[in-house]
């Protein structure tokens, strides 16, 4: 299989070199023109007024936010059973991406919050469960962090990404079922029922451009850990960067 | 050096009739034999409980309805602090002493030995908090069938707590600042637990039937039941690779 | 529409720029870190080759 080849870092690290402007250039021609579209093409919205633009970085950074962990969880699976160095390392290098994006998702629902509902924070569903997700992002991160042995923290953290990834349902529907009892804080985060067309259009730009930057951002870091880490070999020494 | 001891004379090596199964209740014995010699801590994490949920009455005030409304959840979550601080203790002496890594070559499967350790380890912190917290919600005012409710919540939900708490505890053996990081692991995968196991109780609260909480308690203790030795004995193998 | 009341945003400027400046400026934060990382290593990839061809001169 030719798409094996490159699960070796030596070839990963010039195939992602040679990705990087790509997907960089992507991300930036969609992040302007969603932009474009999202502040001066999409109409006002009738209910909420021009307020609502923030959807245009709230739903797409959310977005991220979830499924980035979960295709650090598909690494995971791959790192624990075909013992490929290069997919514990993807998750090293998505992890500080997914907790960003988390925490922006958090920061613009608060702030659209405070104008459109009246409050900065509601114990709502998806907020609770999108803050709980930044627990575990951070919980990752600590726990790779802290186990010197690059091999065992490798697997350590493939390990609790997966437990985490089978939980996170589990939070999900607690916490829904944690917020219908207790009525009361349930708000509709749809933004408005019929969204016109441009402003699907807008999020839908945007979302891609998010995930184009992940990629991008994402293979930038994982060729710094990949050298990080095979820093005493012989194929690191021999690459043009550092001739 | 009575406690190596013990180890080797609960862990029989012998080449005729071993029975996989019978790995739990064989590591379990050994592992409240240990416990047993080592009450102060068991009566430790007691008291923290005791302490931490006699805490909120001095921080909120002795007004009997707003007591009554918090009990559930104070309990919980104090019952969750002190299940994640006896965590520890689940692999950490084995990991030091280097039993654990006789664990790996004995002849009982390492998933079964992790659910025996389990077992004792939920005898020895779940199964006492359970029995000693209707005392501390008379304290809050809570009545004979809310009691029943969270007593019956906590014999489902204190299990999951320490098969979930296992897994962490695994994962940080031998980790600088390990406890701090098992609370980090930990304790966002507690919430569902914490929300059911609370829910119940206020659910009789507020006058509603609470078996629908105690059920989806129990679905989390059978998932439990089933995965996490599973995913403990991985954890293990990772921390001893 | 002119700039002036763009800006404003029906007077709830503060959210909508809030939200839109704290996603650029973390995008941006990241990508100077990660940059920042890679070249780190490569400099140092790059003193030691050389200082490993210095001494293989010597020798």
Redesign the interface.
């Known amino acids: 299989m030719a798409l094996f080849k490159y699960s070796a870092p030596s070839a990963f690290y010039p195939l992602a070199g040679k990705l990087v402007p790509w997907f960089g250039a992507a991300a930036f021609v969609l992040g302007v023109v969603g932009?474009y579209i999202g502040?001066f093409v999409a109409p006002e919205d009738f209910q909420q007024?021009?307020?609502y633009?923030?959807i245009f970085?709230?739903v797409p950074?959310a977005w991220m936010g979830m499924f980035i962990y979960l295709v650090m969880a598909m690494y995971g699976v791959l790192a624990l059973i075909y013992q490929t160095r290069l997919s514990a390392m993807m998750m090293e290098a998505l992890a500080?991406?997914g907790a960003?994006f988390t925490?922006?998702a958090l920061?613009?629902g608060a702030?659209?919050g405070?104008?459109t509902w009246g409050t900065y924070w509601a114990w709502d569903a998806r907020m609770t469960s999108t803050l709980i997700l930044l627990f575990l992002y951070i919980g990752y991160i600590a726990l790779v962090n802290a186990i010197e042995d690059k091999k065992r923290a490798d697997k350590a953290g493939a390990l609790l990404v997966i437990v985490g990834s089978v939980n996170v349902p589990i939070i999900y529907f607690s916490v829904k079922w944690w917020n219908t009892l207790h009525q009361g804080a349930s708000i509709s985060v749809s933004g408005g029922n019929k969204m016109a067309m441009t402003m699907l259009l807008a999020m839908l730009i945007m979302a891609l451009a998010c995930w184009m930057?992940s990629i991008a951002?994402a293979l930038?870091?994982v060729?710094?850990i990949i050298?990080?880490r095979e820093?005493h070999t012989q194929w690191?020494?021999e690459i043009k960067?550092?001739? | 050096m009575s406690a190596a001891n013990a180890s080797n004379a609960a862990l029989p090596i012998s080449a005729r009739e071993i029975i996989p199964e019978k790995g739990v209740l064989v590591a379990a014995r050994r592992d409240l034999a240990l416990a047993m010699r080592s009450r102060g801590e068991l009566v430790q994490a007691l008291a923290f409980f005791v302490i931490c949920v006699s805490l909120f009455p001095l921080a909120i005030g002795p007004e009997s309805a707003l007591l009554k409304r918090i009990a559930p959840g104070v309990v919980w979550v104090c019952a969750l602090l002190a299940v994640l601080l006896t965590l520890p203790r689940l692999f950490q002496s084995d990991y030091q002493d280097g039993t654990l890594e006789q664990c790996l070559l004995s002849p009982y499967p390492l998933p079964a030995i992790c659910l025996g350790k389990m077992l004792s380890h939920w005898l020895t912190s779940g199964l006492p908090l359970a029995v000693l917290s209707p005392v501390l919600g008379l304290q809050f005012g809570l009545g004979g069938s809310e009691l029943m409710v969270m007593v019956v919540g906590l014999l489902l939900g204190t299990p999951v707590l320490t098969a979930i708490g296992a897994i962490g505890a695994a994962l940080v053996l031998g980790v600088r600042s390990g406890g701090m990081l098992l609370g980090l692991l930990v304790l966002p995968l507690y919430i569902p637990v914490l929300i059911f196991g609370a829910g119940a109780v206020e659910a009789v609260l507020a006058g509603v039937d609470p078996t629908a909480n105690l059920y989806l308690l129990a679905a989390l203790f059978l998932m439990a039941l089933v995965a996490t030795p599973y995913a403990t004995s991985a954890a293990l193998k990772i921390a001893l690779d | 529409m002119n700039w002036a009341e763009?800006f404003a945003?029906?007077g709830?400027g503060?959210?909508?720029w809030?939200?839109?400046g704290?996603?650029l400026l973390?995008?941006a934060i990241?990508?100077v870190l990660?940059?920042l990382?890679?070249h780190r290593?490569?400099a140092?990839?790059?003193e030691?080759?050389a200082a490993?061809s210095i001494q293989r001169g010597n020798a």
């Open positions: 932009l502040l007024g021009e307020v633009r923030i970085i709230h950074t500080p991406t960003i925490a922006l920061w613009t702030l659209w405070k104008p930057y951002v930038c870091r060729r710094a050298l990080e820093r690191v020494r960067e550092v001739r | 763009f945003m029906d709830r503060f959210y909508v809030g939200s839109f704290a996603f973390c995008i990241e990508i990660v940059r990382r890679i290593v490569q140092d990839l790059r030691e080759v490993a």
